[in-house]
């Protein structure tokens, strides 16, 4: 169950974020925030933007120890991960991004294949001062992470990949399962004419509805965030570089992973398809199916994440709680 301070919270974003829906038909871009700020409903947690090539990334960082880097999805931002940042502080240096084009980060004219994304994000966290990260992906964040860790084998500690197979190792074979693979990767300008501002909401809640709770998605917040036409083509354009992802994956496949990799799917949705997929190019996968949820496990269920994440990013030999046994280090 989400504790009440949480809902509280979830409740102030909601009703801010339902008075930029309204304005949304005249918005353009999401502002930036400046360096150092406090972050509303996070305490001890500041935002600002980092300089990386093509453009500044936002981030978000708080908390003190190892650095735990989240990369979240889409059709969201770095507020999806609001629910297990506080929890997460306690043991790791915990740093959420906007990918660049998405949030508000600036949006670059080129490079959203995830090698360059991952690049572009590898500069903005070691421009806070990092050189190692475990890092936590979910959706479109698995495929950014997964490069950085296969091409810098030095720098990831471990990773835990949720709700994603990888580009060219059963990815494709969910294209079918939903229309919106096939609609955003469509060439420009296919779905930025079909797709309007006012069916945003259409849209993305047919996305969140992949989620078992349904009510647990901040979805005004999204809604807001992809509201700008050029937010929305920049998550098209992350989807237009998927078959090259895919190529360049399984031309590397021979770089396997060894550091643990969590493969986290949710109970009502990939489950241990996540682990499937990550078993051809990574010798160490842990089968993880977060109970009562569906695709959006952070939002979902984000107790037994946050305990499988303490547990998997910290100490060898520490012992696991209920139902949290293949989280184990």
Known sequence: MTPAGTWSRRLARVAASAALVVGMFATTAAASSGDGTQVDGLTGFTQGNVAVDGGTVHYVKGGSGPALLLLHGWPQTWEMWRDVMPELARKHTVI????????????????????????????????????????????????????????????????????????????????????????????????????????????????????????????????AAYASPARRTAGYEYYRAMAGDAANNQANASKRLTIPVAAIGGQHSFGPGVAASFSQVADDVRTVVAPDAGHFVPEENPAFLTGCALLFFGPSGATPGPGLGDCAP
């Open 96 to 223: 959420a991004l906007d990918l660049p084009g998405l949030g508000t980060s600036s949006i670059p004219s080129a490079g959203y294949d995830k090698v360059t994304t991952a690049q572009r994000v590898r500069q903005a966290v070691r421009a806070l001062g990092h050189t190692k990260v475990g890092i936590i992906g979910h959706d479109l964040g698995v495929l950014v992470a997964y490069p950085w860790a296969r091409d810098y084998p030095g720098e990831v500690s471990r990773l835990a990949v949720i709700e994603s197979p990888l580009s060219g190792f059963g990815l494709e074979d969910l294209y079918g399962v939903s229309f919106h693979f096939r609609f955003n990767s469509s060439p420009a300008p296919i779905p930025e004419r079909i797709m309007d501002t006012e069916d945003v909401p259409t849209y993305l809640g047919m996305i969140f509805d992949f989620s078992y709770r349904k009510d647990a998605i901040d979805r005004p917040t999204f809604y």
